[in-house]
């Protein structure tokens, strides 16, 4: 990824404008230990002026833990040293990252670990189509429309009930899957953007800040590494995107969407990656970095 950044996205790697971390880095201060994370993170968010696009990589371990404020259950990234300094869980990335964020700059995240689905508890998921991202809503409509239109043309008479069982359950099973496409208003909006419910200030009010994320896999997922001839072991995530931007610049947010989840299902991969915005983005719009 660091080379991509500098050879396709006109990045430098000077300490002004990149840090890199990796596990063999020879410079302690380097090495992706709990604190040097948080103050990467910090040095990230800090010293921006308005108009300015940040880009932030991670390509590691993900994990899920106790939430310190809910209780609940989280995702977390997992540092070199969890065993004695802990997890970074999505509540302080959060508060760390997105709040600390100037209002007018953008930052970029690509979250290339397990569990990642909602990381950064961004405002809102786009979800273009079934949960599991495999059918479009029209397509479901359609395959549903079709097996009714069959089993009333057969008929549903004594002498055919038994041949139609197995029919009909897996027309059931496919209506209570359509259901899952078509949710409540407040739930997945026109755009396909699902509404999560993170508490983001102390009011509770909704902190809408430029932050988009793609993530390797929902929340209860994990994502794998894949290994690519010239890229050696790589994240499947962190090779997709960088497939598809080498190929073309001009990619949209739903384009680079469906090209990642694509390269996952063609791989045999079950992790779905998701995207996820601080404030709804337009989806046909062009992704840039």
């Known amino acids: 990824m660091k080379q991509f950044l500098i050879s396709h996205r006109g990045y430098t790697d000077t300490p002004q404008s990149m840090v890199f971390m990796s596990d063999d880095a020879v410079d302690s201060h380097h090495k992706p230990i709990l604190k040097n994370i948080v103050a990467a993170f910090q040095w990230l968010v ?9 880009f932030l990589h991670y390509s590691g371990h993900g994990a899920q833990s106790k939430s310190k404020i809910s209780g609940a259950m989280v995702d977390c990234l997992v540092p070199l040293d969890y065993e004695s300094a802990g997890c970074i869980d999505a509540d302080f990335l959060h508060r760390c990252i997105v709040h600390a964020l100037p209002a007018g700059v953008k930052l970029t995240v690509v979250m290339d670990c397990c569990h990642s689905g909602t990381m950064l508890e961004l405002p809102y998921t786009y979800r273009p189509s079934a949960e599991d991202g495999t059918m479009m809503r029209k397509e479901q409509l359609q395959k549903v429309v079709d097996e009714v239109t069959s089993l009333f043309a057969r008929g549903l008479n004594f002498n055919s009930v038994l041949s139609s069982l197995g029919d009909v359950h897996g027309l059931l099973s496919d209506v209570a899957e359509l259901g899952g496409l078509f949710p409540h208003r407040s739930d997945v909006d026109v755009r396909g953007y699902k509404h999560e419910h993170f508490v983001e200030s ?11 994320v793609i993530s390797g896999c929902r929340d209860d997922q994990t994502s794998a ?3 690519v001839q010239g890229y050696g072991n790589t994240g499947a995530l962190s090779y997709a995107i960088m ?3 080498k190929e073309s610049d001009d990619t949209t947010y739903d384009g680079l969407l469906k090209h990642v989840r694509d390269f996952m299902e063609q791989s045999k991969l079950t992790q779905i990656p998701q995207l996820s915005c601080g404030m709804e983005v337009e989806p046909t719009g062009s992704f840039e970095f």
């Open 46 to 54: 800090t010293g921006n002026n308005e108009g300015d696009n940040l």
């Open 202 to 212: 102390v009011d509770g009010a909704v902190e809408e800040k430029s932050v988009v």
């Open 225 to 227: 590494d894949t290994v």
């Open 243 to 245: 497939s598809k931007l």
